[in-house]
Structure formats: structure tokens, C-alpha cells
């Protein structure tokens, strides 16, 4: 069994809208191995959701198209699979939980009859048998008085509790892949320290691989050990996380790390100023012919204005998308 | 002896009614905020920290009376603004703005930004047109927006530029204080630091006093000079920014600073240990708000409710823990 669980290879999608097609993912490649923790980290719009939603055939189409790419899980293109196939995939290898419990929860069903359904589809568990594990995982996902709970419907449960359950629900068919899409953005910051250490005692524990979509740089810090960088639909850097925030390489990482205000820096904070990215993201209408971040680059030059970058390698495990690494002499030490 | 405060807010309750009807009963409160006091100096921003349903927004809601108080008091530059009627408040009220947390909900998308920008202006006498246009071309620029962005309706901006028009409004009138409820929420990090420079620059150069209104202790950390941290409905500890961060003395202060995930991997964060949700405002527990998840707690702390005292010099701190006994 190879290391490798899960390789996304050149995915490009794209969204018909009035003003033209418009690429949101626009050939991300990256690669997921077993136990790893995988974080990618870009502002709204980036495309990270519309990658993580691909990995499960959740573009809707029209108006999204899924014009090229591969998607491997455990060797077999997911990108190929019958919608049958996928589905049994689906909430058993791959499971996935989303920003917004309330809108992911079904709100006429009981909560635990919506964490046996996977076991009932999946493991064609009785449905006793079902609700019997569906209490054990509500337990573990630390749910208070969980066999009495059963009955709540999601509208009963605050919101820290439903992402539990969203979680649950996730975990029972013992996944080997977890992505989760922003999953504690919409909770507030004790309950969210809550959830990542659920989180990450549940993933120790499973063995599994964690897919984690963020806008969260203190999150990626803190639970992944890979980063991916996204800037207007294109992975623009991928490092571990230690030289992802030690030693970033792509001027928007730069820039993301700088423009943060920070609760542990020592200095009166009043006194700095935030550093600033300047401008705003390219609409995904507009068609730049170079790097899609020249315009608020501190560092452009010509040749960033004709051609996009690949991606180069900067050292073992490290690569940016960034005309700097070919011509180093072009980084202004003032910005 | 210092200046007098600009602001001063004494004991402010707000109960909103639950249920009831016209002529029914209200068949519950929800005691939002109960029993807040804070002063704010001149050009001093004044951060109101805590999580959703602690009851910072309706504080700032409170004092700018859209919404009213249920008793309490508010003192705006020595006047208590309550006992004024609608037309005297109406002149006080230029003096003190707000910003709101939605770009997208807080502008009226029927209106062009010169018109949402002035609208503050037409309240009165109202000044001739050329005169209005050349004040909104002024505020744009001093927001970072350019005049010709003045006949563009809100949809063609983005989420921070949107924020720019909002903060241009709100400045239109040269108001003293600004109330900012979450003003860079909604925004991207890039975008999110643009924003808060700007904040920074507009107080610098108009000696603003702003109630900085947030969950993020970061943003409000960079921003304020004081910080009250506020648990269901009441302020918990009161402290200069350096204080607050560097000693917070109450468990739910420690608790929710040691919650921020810190962007730095090299530092992992330690074991959470903070259990539990909050209470229902409804039915708030007896004695301190927090002891049900205060792992301190003992029995005093069950049966009465312990007020504001002050721990260092300019430190107020609401526990029994302080009391003497101090915290371990």
C-alpha cells in the first residue's frame, strides 16, 4: 500500500456565467498522504472550496464544468468513477463537514437518526444497530447526554454542538479521508479550540488524513503539517508548515503573514502598522496573461507581466509560483 | 487630574422581551445586558471583546439609542443623552457615528455613494448640491477611494472598499466618537489590514474616540489602548491593552486568549480547557455568570454575583478569586 492517499493532478474548474466562463481552479495540483494533515490556506475566492468539492463531485453542473485534471484516491481517478461508484465512496472513505452546520444538518430529521444514516447506506447496519453506534459517536464527539439528545433536532443544539454532530456524522464510517471546509469559521474562539482538539484526538485515533480548508492562518499553524497556499484559483506556494511561516518564498504568503495583526508579538502592538497587500484580487472574469498577483506585487517586474510562473522548487518539499526563484536579484530588500 | 470622559456609560441594562404579543405578556427577557459601566477618553479606542450573545453589540447600539436602554445611564460630553428629546438628541447625535460589520446589508444598494455618503448632511439645513459633491469627493479620498467611484452604486465594490464607503459616511459629519461593531469581520486578511491602517490614520488625524466592538482579539489587541471583556451580558475585566494580553486575571479572560489559535507552529497551542457553551441569557445563573465552566469555581461564586474591583491601578477584574485570594 503506497503512502500516497489521495493526488490531485492538474484540476482545472470552471463556472459558466453571463459575462463568459470563468475558471475558478485553474491546474492545482497536490498530494495527500496517509495521517498527514493537509492545510490550504487563501482568502475568499481563492477556488479552495470549488478544489475540495470537486474531490467529491459536488460542482454543481451547470453552471461548474470540471474542465481537466485527475483526481486519485488510492489510485483510482475519482474524476472517472460512476456516479453509483462515487457514491459509495462518498461518507464511507471520504467524508466531509462544511462551514455552516445549520445548512449541511437536515432540520426535519432527529440528530440521531441523521448519524446512523451513513451506517444504515454504508455498512447496511439494522437501523437498532445503527442508532446504537450513532449514541457511541455522539459520546465520543462529547455531545452531553447523548442517548437523550437523540431525539433534538438541529435547531435545539447551539452552534458548537451541531458542527459535534456534523462531526459524528463524518466519523462513522471510520473515513480515511476528512475534508473539512472552514469548519470552525462560524464559531466562536472557545468553542472553536474545542473542535480542533476534537478533531485532532479523533484523527490521531482513526489513523485518517485531514483535507483542512482555511482562511485561518493561526488554525493551519496549528493543525497542519503541509500548507498550501491558494491565490486566484492556482496553488502559488506549498511548504510544511514550519517553512511555510519560517521561510515563506511567494510575495502573497509574504504579505498574508505581514498584513496579520498579532495578539502574541510582544511590541505594543498599537505602534506597528499593519503591512498592507495593496489592491484586490483579479475577478476570476478577468484573463491576466502573467502571475495573477503582479498588480498588487511588491516586487513585479516585466517578465512577471508576459509570462505566468510555474511552479519552482525552493528546497526539499517547498515550491512557489513565483518568477523570483529564476531571478532572485528582482526581490526589492524594501518591501 | 485627568479629562473628563468623553463618554460615560453607568449601569446600562438592556432586557428584551421573549413571546408575548400586543396585549400578552412577554413570557420571558433576555437579559442581554445587565448592569455595564465604562468611560472613553477622547481619541482613545475602547475595545468591547467577547463572544456572540455576550452583549457588546446592543452596548453599542445602546449608545447611540438605537436602541433603548431598559434603565441606566449615558453621559455624551457631560450631557445625559437620555433624558434628551428626539430633536436635542438629533444634534448630539452628529457627534457620534457607527460603522456596521456587513459591507454587503449596510448601504442601501439604491443609492449612489455620493448619496450615501451625504445623507448625513441633509438631516437640517441642507447644503447646496455643488457643496455636498465636493465634500463626498473629499471623504473618498481621505478612505482611499477615488472621485470618479462617486455616481458607482454599491454593488460594483468589493467587501473593503464597501467598508471605505461605510467609514466615509460615517465620517461625513465630523463626528468625536465612532462606534465600530466587528468593521473588518466580514473582510479578508489582505483586505482586513487595509481597513485597520485606515482606522488607525482617520483617529490619528481627526483625534477620534472609537468603541472598537470584536470577537478577534488580535484585530482588537492592534487596535485599542483599554479592553473590557464582556461573559453574558456583563464586562468581566476591564484593562490597558499590554495588561490584558500580558496578566488577564479572570479564568474566561486566560480561557479566550489561550483559545486564539497563534499563527505561529511553533508554538502549539497548550490542551484546551475550557469546557462547555454559554448560557442561555434567558435564564443566566445565579451568582457569577461564569462559574458553571470556571474551574475555580467555588460557592460563593454560585450565589453572588461578584462586581468590578480593581486589581492593579486602571485593572478591574469581576471574581472572587480577587478577593484576596488571588489566582493560582
Known amino acids: 500500500m503506497s503512502d500516497r492517499l489521495l493526488g490531485i493532478q492538474d484540476l482545472s474548474v470552471s463556472f459558466a456565467t453571463p459575462e463568459g466562463p470563468a475558471r475558478a481552479v485553474d491546474r492545482v495540483s497536490f498530494a495527500l498522504n496517509r495521517g498527514e494533515t493537509l492545510g490550504v490556506v487563501g482568502e475568499s475566492g481563492c477556488g479552495k472550496s470549488v478544489t475540495s468539492l470537486s474531490i467529491l463531485g459536488l460542482i454543481p453542473s451547470p453552471p461548474g464544468m470540471i474542465d481537466s485534471g485527475r483526481i486519485l484516491f488510492e489510485d483510482r481517478n475519482l474524476l472517472e468513477l460512476s456516479p453509483e461508484d462515487l457514491r459509495r465512496i462518498r461518507g464511507r472513505d471520504i467524508s466531509m463537514i462544511f462551514q455552516e452546520p445549520m445548512t449541511s444538518l437536515n432540520p426535519v430529521l432527529p440528530i440521531g437518526r441523521q448519524v446512523a444514516e451513513p451506517l444504515r447506506v454504508h455498512r447496511g447496519l439494522s437501523n437498532a444497530q445503527a442508532m446504537a453506534q450513532a449514541v457511541e459517536w455522539l459520546k465520543r464527539v462529547k455531545i452531553p447526554a447523548a442517548h437523550r439528545r437523540i431525539d433534538d433536532y438541529p435547531h435545539q443544539l447551539s452552534g458548537g454542538m451541531r458542527q459535534r454532530v456534523m462531526i459524528a456524522m463524518a466519523m462513522v464510517c471510520r473515513p480515511k479521508l476528512l475534508i473539512a471546509d472552514e469548519p470552525t469559521t462560524a464559531l466562536d474562539v472557545t468553542i472553536q479550540a474545542q473542535i480542533l482538539s476534537l478533531m485532532v484526538g479523533l484523527k490521531e485515533e482513526m489513523g485518517m488524513s485531514l483535507l483542512l480548508i482555511t482562511h485561518n492562518l493561526g488554525v493551519v499553524a496549528q493543525m497542519a503539517s503541509r500548507v498550501a497556499v491558494m491565490y486566484a484559483g492556482q496553488v502559488v506556494e506549498e511548504a510544511s508548515v514550519a517553512d511555510l511561516f519560517d521561510r515563506p518564498f511567494h510575495p502573497y504568503t509574504q504579505g498574508l503573514l505581514r498584513s496579520m495583526p498579532r495578539l502574541e508579538e510582544r511590541s505594543a502592538g498599537r505602534a506597528r502598522r499593519l503591512t498592507e497587500i495593496p489592491g484586490i484580487v483579479p475577478a476570476i472574469t478577468e484573463t491576466l496573461i502573467g502571475c495573477k498577483f503582479t498588480a498588487r506585487c511588491p516586487h513585479a517586474f516585466d517578465r512577471c507581466r508576459e509570462k505566468a510562473p510555474g511552479l519552482f522548487g525552493i528546497r526539499p518539499g517547498q515550491q512557489a509560483r513565483c518568477w523570483l526563484k529564476e531571478f532572485p536579484e528582482r526581490r526589492r530588500a524594501d518591501a | ?328
Open chain 2, 1 to 328: 487630574m485627568p479629562e473628563a470622559p468623553l463618554l460615560h456609560a453607568v449601569d446600562l441594562v438592556k432586557h428584551f422581551p421573549q413571546g408575548g404579543g400586543i396585549l400578552a405578556k412577554p413570557t420571558a427577557w433576555v437579559k442581554a445586558v445587565s448592569g455595564v459601566s465604562f468611560a472613553v477618553h477622547r481619541g482613545e479606542s475602547f475595545g468591547l471583546v467577547g463572544e456572540s450573545g455576550c452583549g457588546k453589540t446592543t452596548i453599542g447600539r445602546m449608545l447611540l439609542r438605537l436602541t433603548e436602554p431598559t434603565s441606566g445611564r449615558i453621559e455624551f460630553d457631560g450631557q445625559d443623552i437620555l433624558g434628551l428629546n428626539r430633536k436635542e438628541f438629533g444634534r448630539l447625535r452628529r457627534r457620534m457615528q457607527i460603522i456596521f460589520q456587513d459591507p454587503y446589508s449596510s448601504l442601501d444598494p439604491r443609492m449612489t455613494v455620493e448619496q450615501i455618503i451625504t445623507e448625513p448632511l441633509l438631516a437640517g439645513r441642507r447644503p447646496p448640491r455643488a457643496e455636498l459633491r465636493k465634500t463626498a469627493e473629499t471623504l473618498l479620498d481621505k478612505v482611499g477611494l477615488r472621485g470618479t467611484d462617486l455616481d458607482k452604486y454599491p454593488h460594483e465594490f468589493s467587501g473593503g472598499q464597501r467598508q471605505r464607503i461605510g467609514i466615509a459616511r460615517a465620517l461625513c459629519v465630523r463626528p468625536e466618537m465612532i462606534v465600530a461593531d466587528e468593521p473588518v469581520s466580514a473582510l479578508d486578511v489582505s483586505i482586513q489590514a487595509q481597513v485597520i491602517n485606515l482606522l488607525q490614520d482617520l483617529q490619528q488625524e481627526f483625534g477620534l474616540s472609537y468603541i472598537f466592538i470584536s470577537h478577534d482579539l488580535s484585530v482588537v489587541k492592534h487596535i485599542c489602548h483599554r479592553v473590557s471583556v464582556m461573559y453574558l451580558g456583563s464586562i468581566v475585566e476591564l484593562a490597558p491593552t499590554e495588561v490584558f494580553i500580558r496578566s488577564p486575571r479572570h479564568p474566561y479572560t486566560k480561557g479566550l486568549i489561550a483559545a486564539v489559535p497563534l499563527p505561529d507552529p511553533h508554538r502549539k497551542a497548550a490542551p484546551f480547557a475550557m469546557e462547555g457553551d454559554v448560557p442561555s441569557p434567558i435564564d443566566p445563573p445565579p451568582g457569577c455568570p461564569f462559574h458553571p465552566r470556571c474551574r475555580y469555581a467555588f460557592d460563593r461564586c454560585r450565589m453572588e454575583k461578584p462586581s468590578l474591583a480593581t486589581a492593579t491601578e486602571g485593572h478591574l477584574v469581576a471574581c472572587w478569586l480577587n478577593e484576596g485570594r488571588g489566582l493560582s
